[in-house]
DNA sequence: TGCGTTTTGATTGACGTACCTCAAAACTTG
DNA sequence: CAAGTTTTGAGGTACGTCAATCAAAACGCA
């Protein structure tokens, strides 16, 4: 009854114990038939390395590394902070957090900045990157040497890592429509969304959820084509004001991106009735809206729990250790003003 | 800059190891003084035991309790389950989980079933129960004698736990008024809660943030007398039908507790357009009420997350180990039939 | 002061894994 | 089949805590 052990292993394998050692740490020196022998027993026997011992015996911590664009965004300092955060809480896990932020504007600058990682002293990579055909390689090449990657925030499909730790974005849209949509849904009018990096894959499928709600739940009212706020506060806010300015049926407006704040500057000082708005991401600015109601909804998701989370992926991946999906599923998260948590 | 130990600590209050490991693990036969000293010196250096070693180390496991009240609703189903599961997850924590059911409808049997507990062999409880004044004292009672208490999913205030794992039902009912009433704040017309069991904390909790968003935001809406569902299918049924008969200008129905399956079928065969409708709790009857479009918004939290975290503060108030607030915080979830995730 | 009692010290062996060394055995290759 | 290489075995130490033992010291009390 009593959860097997590496010795329990070794007797089944007919192995030694060494040999064990080898094959559980990938160390070399062990012929294919012998590490087949042992991976039949660990099957056999339904062995989980024990992580509590594990830890406390292993003497060099974990070396993690969260690779994030560089962008000067309220979302992107919330989220290093939640990192940082997470780092000290999972002390007990010693693991070591390394936070690389590189330009990512271009594919060649985001597969660079994989392709420049320490490879050889790094037990796993969490990334949130743009989904481009060099950044897929630069991370399929990465797992095929044996290194645990894990996308977080926005999904990289197709690159064998396994496990993505974030929100589901397509729901995150399709909310955003229904709630927008059942706060208007009597009138007749148009809707904007504001978009932002074309190639980032979060904004698409946000957008991807939201048109098809729209168009399935609510044909009444008309959607505007999607600008381009390109993350940036200043651009957002001079699309908003034309939108404010030219559309006098503006029902709502569905900000899926950064720039949080310049859409703020927009309706601050914008005379009349305001449109209902709904945005992405809890940052400071969006709570800010959301007290001072000029924002109705902020749809969102819990950093720290992302930051834990993909931690927890690195580790268990790392040690062949199984995961329970159902912790570490990311929610989505529905604020109004009404249910903001402590600050 | 290493973590201290507890050969540290010896050290540094000038006592030997088994006086720190008696002080630590709370065994007798140590004069007040030198249980002081030992106090300090792990105040100075910091200390926190690694939970690792100690869960290694400790050869009975821990035995936690979870006291539930006896109900046959789909909730309780699910946050049994939930606990159960957790239970699995958890196995590296060594801890024992029983659940307790029984019968809380009086307040004496609701103290009984506390004080019936074989306080000797447990090592913390969990405990979802109607606040009443003998609850209370029961309670108090067992946190006196030293053991962890964790209120869970309706609080117990004033009774010295520390810490409830569970959403804040105030903003829960708060965020359903928010979205209920901006749903249908363009018409006039009525407004009705279902609410359950008239002694829980958490259905008072959800009403009194319902009401008050509803009479501050949406003044335009007259909100009926709360009808009592006593957490009780047919009741609810024999509720909802009434009033979807009598009120012409029924607007939207909050089911605030239990009963979801009655507000169901009452809707299912009702000729006519249908109220909005907001539900409590994500059980298989109201995830079928989104789907089917029966219901629009169902407000819950994640009983996996509620089993997980009360785990965890159990042990980290046995074993005087800090824990992260934000890592224990619940969050109010909000589906619509667009972000349901999994079952 | 001497007695018994309470408190403290010194020491030891788990727990399950990581990581290291050295030697023995099993293979390969010419 | 000998020499070399690769693979395997045997064994030990360490990680930080728990839990237990037994002896030594400090204390209370007459």
Chains 1, 2 share one sequence.
Do not use: W
């Amino acid at each position: 009854m009593d959860r097997p052990t590496v010795h329990d292993l070794a007797r089944h394998a007919k192995v030694s114990l060494a040999t064990v050692d080898r094959v559980l740490n990938g160390r070399p020196g062990v012929r294919e038939k012998t590490v087949a022998r042992v991976q039949k027993a660990i099957e056999d026997l339904g062995y989980a390395r024990d992580a509590n011992a594990a830890s406390l015996a292993r003497k060099k911590p974990y070396r993690f590394v969260f690779l994030l664009p560089k962008a000067n965004t309220q979302f992107m300092a919330a989220l290093t902070a939640a990192i940082k955060n997470a780092e000290t809480v999972h002390a007990a896990l010693r693991a070591e957090i390394d936070i690389v932020q590189s330009s990512m504007l271009t594919p060649e600058e985001a597969s660079n900045s994989i392709r420049s990682l320490d490879t050889e002293n790094i037990d796993g990579l969490a990334i949130m990157a743009p989904e481009t055909p060099t950044v897929r390689d630069a991370v399929i090449n990465l797992r095929r040497s044996g290194i645990p990657v894990v996308p977080i925030i926005t999904d990289l499909p197709d690159t064998e890592c396994g496990h993505f730790v974030g929100i589901n974005n397509v729901a995150a849209g399709r909310t955003a429509a229904r709630l927008l949509g059942g706060f208007v849904a009597h009138q007749t009018g148009s809707i904007a969304v504001i978009g932002g990096q074309t190639m980032s894959r979060d904004f698409l499928d946000r957008r991807l959820g939201f048109d098809a709600v729209m168009r399935d739940r609510y044909p009444g009212l008309h959607i505007l084509p999607t600008a381009e706020g390109a993350d940036n506060a200043e651009r957002v806010e001079a699309i908003a004001r034309a939108l404010l300015q030219r559309h006098d049926d503006l029902l709502g407006i569905y900000l899926s991106a950064a720039g949080t704040s310049g859409l703020y500057a927009a309706l601050q000082d914008h005379p009349g009735p305001l449109p209902k708005i709904v945005v992405q991401d809890l940052t400071p600015v969006a709570r800010k809206g959301l007290e001072t109601n000029l924002f109705d909804i902020v749809i969102g998701q819990d950093l720290g729990h992302v930051a834990r989370s993909a931690i927890r992926v690195m580790r268990a991946m790392k040690d062949q250790l199984p995961l329970s999906r159902d912790q570490e599923r990311i929610r989505i998260e529905v604020f109004t003003s009404e249910n903001l948590p402590d600050p």
